[in-house]
């Protein structure tokens, strides 16, 4: 019988497709289809992406999607197959029958003991157990970013070069306060700061508050911490007016505007309109009651209106699968997420400036392809 690779193969050979072609039309990167044509599909990063690619491709190459989606399930059963002596093992039900005694005889011993404990035994006032103190924390970024929920006195080092910067959650009151090198930085629910650590004048790290309830300590507060490239944030800083301290409230380099200043964050939608196959998670941030992550695969001519109030985190494995707009402030405004056939995680969220002015920015995280 034909193997899925070779199904998928054949059927681009007859229709006389070259690879470029392919992925051109598709989409997907030529690393993925061939990856797929040989059934190599560790090159893939997670299961969502082979179902997604593969229904994309066999789609594309008018197969049954449903029998090779069927033919990459059974290829993984054949990964771990069931050893002939335990399928043709008679199983026994002794193994029932000892359960069943052993639960009968549990149940009339707890209800033995229980009633010697009611007769018998006075209860004994619980002992007053002293709250436990909690010691701080010191944590270590590795990497280019971060997520860390931290509580008062925790600490992070930041390694810039050869040296090692601290910063220290000092407050959680009104707002969060954090302790840096160059003084301390006072944020609030979904704003941001870029630091700069070794003080020479450019920002090397920039911190976004996700999570905080105010003036509840215990729940701490969820940092995201982003490494910012010096040569991106020199080459865009030039343009900025007065800035001269080490401190900015948006990363200019990091985010792009999609609508300008105003006095309110007020409530927007994301309208998303797919043009090709895409697997597109989304999740709508700082609410508790609709913090769930969604996900869906989208095909062609499908249609989907996310609200939010705060922001919306988005996934995307084909970035240009899609045609996005932000509906909000009686304005309609296009949004474009990257190139064809990557790989982008990004926010739409509101920040908030010096000015006290609001806008609302579209922050990428994470590409690939």
């Known amino acids: 019988m034909e193997s899925l690779g070779e199904k998928l193969r054949t059927a681009r050979n007859e229709k006389g497709l070259s690879f470029d072609?392919?992925?051109?039309?598709?989409?997907?990167?030529?690393?993925?289809i061939e990856a797929m044509e040989t059934e190599n599909f560790?090159?893939?990063?997670?299961e969502p992406y082979i179902l997604g690619f593969l229904k994309n491709y066999g789609a594309y190459l008018d197969l049954d999607v449903q029998k090779?989606?069927?033919?990459?399930?059974?290829?993984?059963?054949?990964?771990?197959?069931?050893?002939?002596?335990q399928l043709l093992k008679p199983r026994s039900n002794l193994p029932k029958i000892l359960i069943t005694i052993a639960v009968v005889l549990f149940v009339l011993g707890a209800g033995g003991g229980g009633v010697y404990y009611l007769l018998r035994v006075r209860?004994?006032?619980?002992?007053?157990?002293?709250p436990v103190s909690r010691s701080p924390v010191e944590h270590v970024m590795e990497g280019s970013?971060?997520?860390?929920?931290?509580?008062?006195?925790?600490?992070?080092?930041?390694?810039?070069?050869?040296?090692?910067?601290?910063?220290?959650l000092s407050n959680l009151g009104e707002a969060v306060t954090i302790r840096t090198p160059g003084g301390s930085v006072i944020l609030d629910l979904s704003q941001e700061a870029n630091v700069d650590l070794n003080n020479d004048g450019i920002p090397d790290l920039r911190i976004t508050v996700a999570d905080f309830a105010k003036n509840?300590?215990?729940?701490?507060?969820?940092?995201?911490?982003?490494?910012?490239?010096?040569?991106?944030?020199?080459?865009?800083?030039?343009?900025?007016?007065?800035?001269?301290?080490?401190?900015?409230?948006?990363?200019?380099?990091?985010?792009?505007?999609?609508?300008?200043?105003?006095?309110?964050?007020?409530?927007?939608?994301?309208?998303?309109?797919f043009q090709g196959y895409c697997m597109f998670r989304w999740e709508v941030l700082?609410?508790?009651?609709?913090?769930?992550?969604n996900e869906r695969y989208f095909r062609r001519s499908d249609e989907l209106n996310i609200q939010a109030q705060?922001?919306?985190?988005?996934?995307?494995?084909?970035?240009?699968?899609?045609?996005?707009?932000?509906?909000?402030?009686?304005?309609?405004?296009?949004v474009e997420l990257g190139a064809a056939g990557e790989i982008v995680v990004a926010e739409i969220r509101w920040v908030r400036g010096d000015d006290n002015q609001f806008r609302l920015v579209l922050v990428r995280l994470e590409t690939g392809s």
Request: hydrophobic residues 35%; positive net charge.
């Open 42 to 46: 560790s090159d893939f990063p997670g």
């Open 286 to 293: 700082h609410e508790r009651d609709r913090r769930d992550r």
């Open 123 to 130: 209860p004994k006032k619980p002992p007053v157990v002293a």
């Open 145 to 168: 970013s971060m997520d860390r929920r931290l509580y008062k006195n925790d600490s992070i080092l930041i390694p810039i070069d050869t040296d090692m910067y601290k910063l220290e």
């Open 216 to 273: 509840n300590a215990d729940v701490g507060v969820l940092l995201h911490f982003y490494r910012i490239e010096s040569v991106s944030i020199q080459d865009t800083m030039a343009d900025v007016p007065g800035n001269t301290a080490g401190i900015m409230n948006v990363p200019i380099s990091a985010s792009t505007t999609v609508i300008p200043s105003t006095p309110n964050a007020y409530p927007f939608t994301l309208q998303s309109s």
């Open 21 to 32: 072609q392919v992925s051109r039309e598709t989409n997907i990167s030529i690393r993925y």
């Open 310 to 334: 705060n922001g919306i985190r988005l996934w995307a494995s084909n970035a240009q699968a899609a045609k996005f707009q932000v509906i909000g402030g009686g304005r309609t405004v296009p």
């Open 68 to 85: 090779l989606l069927s033919l990459y399930r059974a290829l993984r059963i054949q990964e771990q197959p069931v050893p002939v002596e």
